[in-house]
């Protein structure tokens, strides 16, 4: 294996600032892996297994309970925005400084420095993470080798400015076919306009009351939206089909089945000749009230909040382990050209980490 030498004695700053300066768009994380894999299986206490450009590692050391670290090694396209630059005021500057290089230096400085932690640790860097979902390094991993991601609570290093987000909301998007029959608009009587039979579907969206369930103690905030409407056939026919396309964000308490259902009854009564299930991701319980999660919220601090978007901690809850999200980096800089970390909150989730994994 030609790979690039990875220093993990570097500081947690520094080794963000290599890790960056080894470029690794989505689809081109060969080299980066190669290293990472490299520099993981020169610690012994370490067993490390590799699947595509995706390396696991794990400690065997009998504990009651294992933790899962968890990072994607991929960045969004480069814009002119490496080799890194650290300026005066201490910030780094480079594509993948905040998303998510300095989660995975914290990762790799965890391994490498606590070798005997409180808890089983197992680490994951996988690859693909900001392109489609099919090509998700963490999902070939849970299909490939699922006990690989085995264990009690995992912390994905997403950027999150040094909060914990707990959970994340799951989301559905439907489209809604109301039907009519095609006239010529000067004798409209003679059709059905599909757009008018629509009406009612856009009245009950615009009544909906969402709700805002709390949950392990996070408030989560739920929305119904139309996010597309399509219909129309010339401008003097009256048109015979129209689609409204609506997106439920939902809390993690609802299951798929159940996002689906409370939809199908939101809508109930209204004249929809097609129902279609267009796309759809479960959300995942911020599993906040395991002792291992607990421990970790007292050792980094501060007050969870919940996570409205989608993450890949919901993968890790499709397999039964809770997770969050918990790194360096403020997640409104991510995928900027004029991406960038405080270099200072690195070494300091590294510390952290170690505080709760040595305790
Ligand atoms: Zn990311």
Redesign the pocket.
């Known amino acids: 294996m030609a790979e690039t030498p990875l220093d993990l004695s570097l500081d947690a700053a520094r080794l963000t600032a290599r890790l960056v300066d080894l470029p690794s768009e989505s689809g081109d994380e060969k080299p980066l892996a190669d290293a990472i894999e490299a520099a993981l299986r020169s610690l012994p206490h370490l067993s490390v297994d590799r699947h595509g450009n995706n390396v696991v590692a794990r400690t065997y050391l009998g504990r009651s309970e294992r933790v899962v670290l968890a990072?994607?090694i991929d960045t969004v396209p480069i814009a002119e925005n490496v080799p890194s630059r650290l300026d005066e005021e201490g910030v780094l500057w480079g594509c993948g400084t905040c998303?998510?290089k300095s989660?995975v230096a914290v990762q790799l400085r965890i391994a490498a420095t606590v070798p005997e932690p409180n808890r089983d640790l197992t680490f994951v860097f996988y690859d693909n993470?900001?392109v489609a979902a099919h090509l998700n390094g963490l999902g070939h991993v849970a299909a490939a080798h699922p006990d690989w991601l085995e264990g009690d609570f995992a912390v994905l290093l997403?950027?999150t400015d040094g909060q914990v987000e707990g959970g994340c909301q799951g989301t559905l998007r439907v489209k809604l076919r109301t039907k009519g029959e095609r006239a010529h608009s000067a004798r409209s009587w003679m059709g059905a306009n599909a757009i008018h039979a629509a009406a009612p579907i856009l009245e009950r969206l615009a009544a909906y009351e969402p709700r805002r369930p709390v949950i392990d103690g996070l408030e989560y905030r739920e929305g119904l939206n139309a996010v597309a409407v399509e219909g129309g056939v010339a401008g003097n026919v009256i048109p015979d089909l129209c689609t409204v396309t609506v997106n439920f964000r939902y809390a993690p308490d609802r299951d798929e089945q159940e996002a689906i259902a409370h939809v199908r009854e939101v809508f109930e009564g209204c004249p929809i000749e097609e129902f279609v299930v267009d796309d759809h991701s479960p959300g995942a319980l911020p599993g906040l009230s395991h002792p291992a999660a607990r421990a970790f919220i007292e050792a980094v601090g501060g007050t969870p909040q919940p996570k409205f978007g989608w993450t890949d901690v919901s993968r890790f809850s499709a397999l039964g382990v809770p997770a969050v999200n918990y790194g360096p980096g403020n997640p409104l800089l991510?995928h900027k050209r004029d991406e960038r970390v405080l270099a200072s909150m690195i070494p300091e989730a590294e510390r952290r980490l170690r505080d709760w994994l040595t305790a």
Request: charged share 40%; net charge negative; glycine share 20%.
């Open positions: 990072g994607h998303d998510m989660g993470e900001e997403e950027p991510a």
